[in-house]
């Protein structure tokens, strides 16, 4: 039996079961006319209705309480109506190949959770959501849309969303007289001047920067893949120049290489082995309670090249909410979907941010939550909002190796920019049309 946590008032919603009398009035007796006897055949008793249940799969999260808290909400929406039983899978380990494989053959949950892929377009995973989340359509960010969004259908909805910003230690750039850095020939020279004998400027992972092999290419105005068209998108000349510039800070001895716990872990920035790091958003809140306010976040700074689009850049990531289309229940696995994260606020904010922290995707439950009404937390999200983006949904592993091969290349090997990106190109390109064929 799975522990519980106690109920909460998340959801401000009570079920009122009211019983129905009837008021006959008062009135003396008339003398009955005597009727011809009729035999009466005796009704079967009626039986119970059944509830239907709905396998709703989760992968492992590592927060504390949110496996319990999966299990309460499933419980809640039970008790609540006659129809449906919820019943909870709870997946460690290899969860996208257990789901990949039920959903192949066909015995896959009626709800799971996952990033828009093309398969779930093709092979009939995912049933279109366009009816239940349509009515709200404003409140979510368009970059959150675009993830759930292909042929013109939305085919999931947004559970959660992770994002990246550069955390500055604030009294470090105060000493040293630096202004926050509002463009990246900026946060080079920040990372110089703040580099010292006991600490490096910047930190952006072990690997010495593989994070901004997308940051870089977004900063430029690069996304990948044109989704109007369906066509890639890469510019080379821009995103070669992009990455030039990623070469330089990587061989200029300004970061941190060989830290104790790598960029998702906010141990480097926190114990001044660094003035800056890129992390995400769900360090904010150790970060915090570590250094208290010494600290401030924006996006990646804009790159600025020749034929390029300069801006803030930054990853949405996070899981999405399906319905398979091969449920024998799918309008009632569509009203839990729109129950859980149509309906109620309460609950995506508890989901958000009572064990990890995340941003809220509807926009209405991020202002009705106290910790993104100000500061840091604030900033992060209206910047997700504004820069969060991905290469999307027909954007494949193989696309990905393709693209993460020329970077180091380019980056770490010192071969030659355009070269290195215009074999990605060629190799994105084929995987690209074999999807669409």
Same mark, same amino acid.
């Given at each position: 039996?799975?522990?519980m946590?106690?109920r909460?008032?998340f959801?401000k919603?009570?079920?009122?079961v009211?019983?129905?009398?009837?008021?006959?009035?008062c009135?003396p007796k008339a003398?009955p006319?005597?009727?011809p #006897?009729?035999?009466?055949?005796?009704?079967a008793p009626?039986a119970?209705t059944?509830k239907i249940?709905?396998q709703h799969?989760?992968?492992?999260?590592g927060?504390a309480?949110?496996?319990e808290?999966?299990y309460?909400?499933?419980?809640?929406?039970?008790? /609540?109506?006659d129809?449906?039983?919820?019943e909870v899978t709870w997946?460690?380990?290899a969860?996208a190949d257990?789901l990949?494989?039920?959903?192949?053959?066909?015995?896959g949950?009626?709800?799971?959770?996952?990033?828009?892929r093309?398969?779930?377009v093709?092979?009939?995973?995912?049933v279109?959501l366009?009816d239940?989340?349509?009515?709200?359509?404003?409140?979510?960010?368009?970059? =959150?849309?675009?993830?759930?969004?292909?042929e013109?259908?939305?085919?999931?909805i947004r /559970?959660?969303i992770d994002?990246g910003?550069?955390?500055?230690?604030?009294?470090?750039?105060?000493?040293a007289g630096i202004?926050?850095?509002q463009?990246?020939s900026e946060l080079f020279?920040?990372a110089?001047?703040l580099?010292?004998?006991?600490r490096?400027?910047l930190f952006?992972?072990n690997?010495?920067g593989g994070?901004m092999q997308n940051?870089?290419?977004?900063?430029?105005?690069?996304?990948f893949?044109d989704?109007?068209a /369906?066509v890639l998108?890469?510019?080379p000349?821009v995103?070669?120049?992009?990455?030039?510039?990623?070469?330089?800070?990587?061989?200029a001895?300004?970061?941190?290489?060989g830290?104790?716990t790598?960029?998702?872990?906010?141990g480097?920035?926190?114990?001044?082995?660094?003035?800056m790091?890129w992390?995400?958003?769900w360090?904010?809140p150790?970060?915090?309670?570590r250094?208290g306010?010494?600290?401030? =976040?924006?996006?990646?700074?804009?790159?600025h090249?020749?034929?390029g689009t300069?801006?803030?850049s930054t990853?949405?990531g996070?899981?999405?909410?399906f319905?398979n289309?091969?449920?024998e229940?799918?309008s009632?696995?569509k009203?839990?979907?729109?129950?859980?994260?149509?309906?109620?606020t309460d609950?995506?904010?508890?989901?958000?941010?009572a064990y990890?922290f995340?941003?809220?995707p509807? #926009?209405t439950?991020k202002?009705?939550?106290?910790k993104?009404?100000e500061?840091?937390?604030?900033?992060?999200?209206?910047?997700m909002e504004?820069?969060?983006?991905d290469?999307?949904?027909?954007?494949?592993?193989?696309?990905?190796?393709?693209?993460?091969?020329?970077?180091?290349h380019?980056?770490r090997? #010192?071969?030659d920019?355009?070269?290195e990106i215009q074999?990605?190109?060629?190799?994105c390109k084929?995987?690209?049309?074999?999807?669409l064929?």
């Amino acid at each position: 039996m799975v522990r519980m946590f106690a109920r909460r008032e998340f959801l401000k919603l009570s079920v009122l079961v009211a019983g129905t009398g009837v008021l006959v009035s008062c009135a003396p007796k008339a003398t009955p006319t005597p009727q011809p #006897k009729v035999e009466k055949a005796t009704a079967a008793p009626k039986a119970p209705t059944e509830k239907i249940t709905l396998q709703h799969w989760y992968h492992e999260y590592g927060e504390a309480g949110c496996q319990e808290a999966v299990y309460r909400i499933a419980e809640e929406y039970t008790n /609540m109506q006659d129809e449906v039983k919820v019943e909870v899978t709870w997946t460690p380990g290899a969860y996208a190949d257990k789901l990949n494989t039920a959903l192949a053959a066909g015995t896959g949950p009626d709800v799971y959770e996952h990033q828009l892929r093309y398969d779930h377009v093709r092979n009939k995973w995912a049933v279109e959501l366009d009816d239940i989340i349509n009515p709200v359509k404003d409140d979510f960010a368009e970059s =959150v849309l675009a993830q759930s969004t292909l042929e013109g259908h939305l085919w999931s909805i947004r /559970m959660l969303i992770d994002t990246g910003v550069v955390y500055y230690r604030k009294s470090m750039l105060d000493e040293a007289g630096i202004s926050e850095p509002q463009t990246f020939s900026e946060l080079f020279e920040a990372a110089k001047k703040l580099t010292t004998e006991r600490r490096k400027g910047l930190f952006v992972g072990n690997d010495g920067g593989g994070i901004m092999q997308n940051q870089m290419a977004g900063a430029v105005g690069v996304r990948f893949v044109d989704y109007d068209a /369906m066509v890639l998108d890469f510019n080379p000349p821009v995103l070669a120049a992009a990455w030039e510039k990623a070469r330089e800070l990587h061989h200029a001895g300004y970061l941190l290489i060989g830290s104790p716990t790598d960029w998702w872990d906010p141990g480097a920035f926190t114990q001044g082995l660094c003035a800056m790091c890129w992390g995400g958003l769900w360090m904010m809140p150790e970060v915090e309670r570590r250094i208290g306010d010494d600290f401030f =976040v924006n996006a990646w700074p804009p790159v600025h090249v020749e034929g390029g689009t300069p801006q803030y850049s930054t990853f949405l990531g996070g899981w999405q909410q399906f319905v398979n289309a091969q449920s024998e229940h799918v309008s009632e696995a569509k009203e839990l979907v729109k129950w859980m994260w149509i309906d109620n606020t309460d609950w995506q904010n508890e989901w958000n941010t009572a064990y990890g922290f995340h941003v809220p995707p509807r #926009k209405t439950a991020k202002e009705a939550n106290e910790k993104y009404r100000e500061g840091n937390p604030k900033i992060a999200a209206e910047a997700m909002e504004k820069y969060g983006w991905d290469q999307g949904p027909m954007w494949n592993s193989a696309m990905g190796t393709a693209l993460g091969d020329a970077y180091w290349h380019v980056v770490r090997d #010192k071969e030659d920019a355009a070269t290195e990106i215009q074999t990605a190109y060629d190799k994105c390109k084929q995987e690209l049309e074999g999807q669409l064929k």
